[in-house]
């Protein structure tokens, strides 16, 4: 199937047939009223997602997939409860690559242009050593990939694919900002926390076509996985202790003992607030259409 035959979540209508590629978000096996066994599906592409129901063969069907996995999904639109379902004739598992910023809502902003802009953040470090730590961070090749997918939560600020570096290229700008309010500040210090504080959740979610969360992500948390991507980083470059040290209390610390980790810690505070709110408002306006 072309991506041009795929038909969106966002632009499924009551009556429409559907032969397309989603994210399986959700199975769970039921009975309706009368004891037969059905189906009861979410399921998800990056503009959003949709119930999804199977009565007919749902023994047989239930053994082709598993929640997590991208399929390919025949059948029709109805309206349930006001809002598009798919009623599905037919599964088949999809031959495409199982991409998060494919098959989950991904970043308000394009994900290239966030990278080139944390790279342009992160060359304007003034202190040489942690402008090579955050460099060193950031520009290796596994972590690039598994961080651009990344959200910064499941179900919380920031829950979408790309999330976790949307949020950050918006907290080490607001960073930036303070700093030049507050020249007191160890301007370096704030840009390297601001850009590297979100580092952990290259490893905090499993990767592929759902957002799910990592045993590491769940029993450490992000903080935590920052802190060791860092750690790693500064042993091999030699980076002063010191500085290294001012940089995750910014990340893993008590906010108050230092401006530059209020800064930091204020500035995440503020962007994840505001993630919510948006989610919030968008979430309305969804139920009033």
């Known amino acids: 199937m072309s991506a041009e035959a795929r038909t969106a979540v966002r632009d499924l209508v009551e009556g429409q047939l559907v032969d397309s590629t989603f994210a399986v978000i959700r199975k769970d096996r039921r009975r309706t009223r009368t004891g037969s066994p059905y189906l009861a599906l979410e399921l998800a592409d990056k503009t959003?997602?949709?119930?999804?129901?199977?009565?007919?063969?749902?023994?047989?069907?239930?053994?082709?997939?598993?929640?997590?996995?991208?399929?390919?999904?025949?059948?029709?639109?109805?309206?349930?409860?006001?809002?598009?379902?798919?009623?599905?004739?037919?599964?088949?598992?999809?031959?495409?690559?199982?991409?998060?910023?494919?098959?989950?809502?991904?970043?308000?902003?394009?994900?290239?242009?966030?990278?080139?802009?944390?790279?342009?953040?992160?060359?304007?470090?003034?202190?040489?050593?942690?402008?090579?730590?955050t460099r060193a961070v950031l520009n290796d090749g596994e972590f690039r990939v598994r961080f651009r997918s990344a959200p910064m939560s499941v179900e919380q600020h920031h829950a979408y694919a790309g999330g976790a570096l949307q949020h950050t290229v918006a907290v080490?700008?607001?960073?930036?900002?303070?700093?030049?309010?507050?020249?007191?500040?160890?301007?370096?210090?704030?840009?390297?926390?601001?850009l590297l504080f979100a580092v952990g959740a290259a490893d905090a979610f499993v990767q592929g076509p759902v957002l799910q969360q990592a045993e590491e992500g769940r029993l450490l948390g992000i903080p935590h996985l920052s802190v060791r991507r860092i750690e790693r980083a500064a042993e091999r470059l030699n980076t002063p202790r010191e500085?290294?040290?001012?940089?995750?209390?910014?990340?893993?610390?008590?906010?108050?003992?230092?401006?530059?980790?209020?800064?930091?810690?204020?500035?995440?505070?503020?962007?994840?607030?505001v993630s919510v709110a948006l989610s919030q408002a968008a979430g309305r306006a969804t139920e009033a259409q």
């Open 48 to 133: 959003g997602r949709v119930r999804a129901t199977i009565f007919d063969d749902a023994p047989i069907l239930d053994g082709r997939f598993a929640a997590g996995d991208v399929i390919r999904v025949l059948g029709s639109v109805e309206e349930y409860r006001g809002r598009p379902q798919i009623v599905v004739r037919s599964i088949e598992q999809a031959d495409v690559p199982a991409d998060a910023l494919e098959f989950t809502p991904g970043a308000r902003r394009d994900v290239d242009d966030l990278e080139g802009f944390l790279e342009f953040l992160a060359d304007e470090i003034a202190d040489p050593a942690l402008r090579d730590l």
């Open 172 to 194: 080490a700008t607001a960073s930036r900002e303070l700093w030049l309010l507050h020249p007191r500040l160890d301007e370096s210090v704030v840009s390297a926390a601001s």
């Open 243 to 273: 500085r290294v040290v001012a940089v995750l209390h910014c990340i893993d610390g008590d906010r108050s003992r230092t401006p530059e980790a209020a800064c930091v810690h204020g500035a995440i505070a503020l962007d994840a607030a």
